[in-house]
């Protein structure tokens, strides 16, 4: 917990001050009290004496103090605050190596149902916009806040032949430009996550869109889905079918990911994907901010203070 004005803790002190100055008058009240020659007596007079309760409403009163003061002090708490506008692009890979059956029931299904929960995840004011690779790169879905037009769009993709992972990069970028500045022309953050689970054969090197998204400022974060184990069966016209490895290659998709600042994942399994894209989904649609929570602390001070009056009608029939 933190404070906007801390300085007004000080004022405690002057809590403390009243609760010594108690402590004093008490103990020079019990120095001065009438002594009682006979305990029988003193039932008499005294019956119902309270004792060391009598002392409760004054601690309650000091703790309702205190706790004002806090409250004035404005704390305050870490809380996560949806981003108001951003854009995240989806990159995913559609190759045919994403037919491999080392993720149950195999990665493109897997990959398809985690990308929808992602949609979920992000809060509706942040553009979302998903961009399809196989041997080239294509922008499914513009940058959008219509989430259903996402979802839609992942449900209806297919599977291609070769990869491109640097044009994937380049289509990204450019369907982010495609998002116009604010009313102040501030141009939004935005970040690509790419998922792939092969190596680039066709297009522009990775180098090449790695460096651009770098001098765009524009993070791409790179999901590495698939176990070494993948095998898939290639069937080439007027030739046998063949059983063909597909093993992930992650060294690529690290690489990308440090070069242009956004964060590398490994998932072997669709819980492990759905996993990272709850982690991206957490990094890229909220922000931590400081919420106040003065209320909390007036609304305790009203109960300590109804508590004190409480305790002094209860033992001295009066309100203090």
Do not use: C
């Not at 009682?36 to 003193?42: A, H, N, R, V």
């Not at 070494?228 to 063949?242: K, R, T």
């Amino acid at each position: 917990m933190s404070f906007f004005a801390p300085e007004r803790l000080w004022l405690l002190i002057g809590v403390a001050v009243l609760a010594i100055a108690y402590v004093l008058v008490q103990g020079r009240r019990s120095r001065y009290a009438v002594r009682f020659t006979s305990m029988e007596l003193l039932d008499v007079v005294a019956p119902n004496r309270p004792g060391w309760r009598r002392h409760l409403p004054a601690i309650s009163f000091l703790l309702a103090l205190a706790t004002l003061v806090v409250a004035y002090a404005q704390p305050s708490i870490e809380d996560r605050v949806p981003r108001e506008r951003a854009t995240v692009v989806m990159a995913l890979d559609v190759s045919l190596s994403m037919e491999a059956d080392d993720v149950d029931p195999n990665r493109f299904e897997a990959a398809k149902t985690a990308a929808i929960n992602f949609v979920g995840l992000i809060p509706e004011k942040i553009n979302l916009g998903l961009v399809v690779f196989d041997g080239v790169a294509r922008v499914q879905v513009a940058p959008t806040t219509d989430r259903q037009l996402m979802v839609d769009a992942i449900q209806r993709l297919e599977l291609g032949e070769s990869t491109a992972i640097g044009e994937a990069i380049f289509a990204s970028l450019d369907a982010i430009t495609s998002v116009p500045p604010d009313e102040e022309g501030t141009i939004p953050p935005a970040r690509v996550v790419l998922m792939s689970d092969g190596v680039t054969q066709q297009g522009r090197p990775n180098e090449d869109a790695s460096e651009e998204a770098l001098t765009r400022g524009i993070p791409v974060s790179t999901i590495s889905f698939g176990t070494p184990f993948g095998q898939i069966v290639y069937e080439e016209p007027g030739q046998a079918p063949q059983l063909v490895d597909v093993p992930v290659d992650q060294e690529q998709l690290r690489a990308i990911a440090d070069v242009t600042g956004g964060t590398f994942f490994t998932a072997e399994s669709a819980g492990e994907l759905e996993q990272v894209y709850n982690d991206i989904g957490s990094s890229v649609g909220f922000v931590t901010a400081d919420r106040e929570i003065t209320h909390w602390f007036v609304a305790g001070a009203i109960a300590l203070l109804a508590l004190t009056a409480i305790l002094s009608l209860a033992f001295f029939s009066r309100l203090p």
